[in-house]
């Protein structure tokens, strides 16, 4: 009995033995097929994902190109310029240009002068502060051969308070000051005229001087001042006319404020369009070309009219 139960036992053993060995056999064999088959999995995976990688990086590198060509500098342009509204403008205007690869570098001026002269002499590329009538009056007596660019605003001209509040407050020898360049002088007292205060001879028209006052029943005096003063006096004159640009410097609203001042289907309004004045020549450069389209947008006009309340008005 004894004797059977170990034989039993070693046999049990025995084939618990060839199981286990079964066993380990399989078991070595299954992680070599894994391994085979992750390989091969791999190795697919590594055929399909390369040239998705290489276009995803043949993408990406189209774009970094591409976004490197829209910022590409293309140059500065250099702008001469009022300081209002002119200069505001051009503020909303440069970012827009920058987007397009263009520097905008703005200087102001306050005087009439020197921003056509630092024009002519090619210092700056273009100015913004004048008016076709001034910008051919100055060609004229300086001997420059500035043109207009493109024509962006219109100031309408202004009668607006001194020291009295209402035309019919004018009294026997008051002053009023006006613009002493030839253009806006005239632009004034066709204003002065246009509300009974003086009447010029006939044909006077745009070049009107104070010598061509023919009637002036209140003896009013015309001070003459250069444009940038003429607001500076308002608190000794009766009345002041001013550019619509002086207006907003001196703080006056032409909707608001003004006495009276130019219909925009007057000949002065039409006629006294602000420009982008360049050299002779230079009107087609492409920085400028790009300069008067952008001001010339929908953007810009906008700015224009939310900002200015009437005393600016976009001319196209």
């Not at 009995?1 to 070693?10: A, E, P, Y």
């Not at 630092?118 to 910008?135: C, K, M, R, T, W």
């Not at 209402?166 to 000051?177: K, R, Y």
């Not at 602000?274 to 450069?285: K, L, T």
């Amino acid at each position: 009995m004894k004797k059977f139960i170990v034989l039993l036992t070693g046999f049990a053993l025995t084939v618990s033995v060839l199981t286990g060995c079964g066993a380990s056999a399989e078991s070595a064999k299954e992680p070599e097929a894994a391994q085979t088959e992750d390989a091969g999995a791999a190795q697919e995976a590594a055929e399909t994902t390369e040239p998705e990688a290489e276009e995803t990086k043949t993408e990406e590198t189209e774009e970094t190109e591409e976004a490197a060509e829209t910022t590409e500098t293309k140059g500065t342009i250099k702008v001469a310029a009022s300081a209002t509204p002119h200069a505001e403008i051009l503020e909303q205007a440069a970012p827009i240009l920058a987007q397009q690869g263009w520097d905008l570098e703005v200087t102001v001026f306050d005087d009439y002068v020197q921003p056509n002269l630092v024009v002519d002499s090619g210092e700056f590329d273009a100015n913004y502060f004048q008016h076709i009538p001034y910008l051919e009056s100055f060609n004229e007596e300086k001997g420059t051969h500035l043109v207009n660019a493109g024509g962006i605003h219109y100031e309408p001209f202004g009668i607006y308070p001194g020291t009295k509040a209402s035309l019919d407050e004018l009294a026997d020898g008051d002053v009023i000051a006006v613009p002493n360049d030839t253009t806006n002088e005239a632009r004034a007292l066709l204003l002065l005229e246009a509300n009974g205060i003086i009447k010029l001879k006939e044909g006077a028209g745009l070049t009107a001087t104070v010598r061509d006052i023919e009637e002036n029943p209140k003896n009013i005096e015309i001070e003459e001042l250069e444009a940038a003063q003429v607001s500076r006096v308002k608190d000794e004159v009766a009345f002041v006319v001013l550019n619509g640009n002086y207006a907003l410097e001196a703080g006056f609203s032409v909707s608001k404020d003004s006495i009276a001042y130019e219909s925009a289907d007057s000949e002065a309004a039409q006629t006294y369009v602000n420009v982008i004045a360049v050299n002779e020549g230079n009107e087609n450069n492409e920085g400028i070309k790009a300069l008067v389209d952008v001001l010339t947008s929908d953007e810009i006009k906008d700015y224009i009219n939310d900002t200015y309340d009437g005393a600016v008005i976009p001319f196209s």
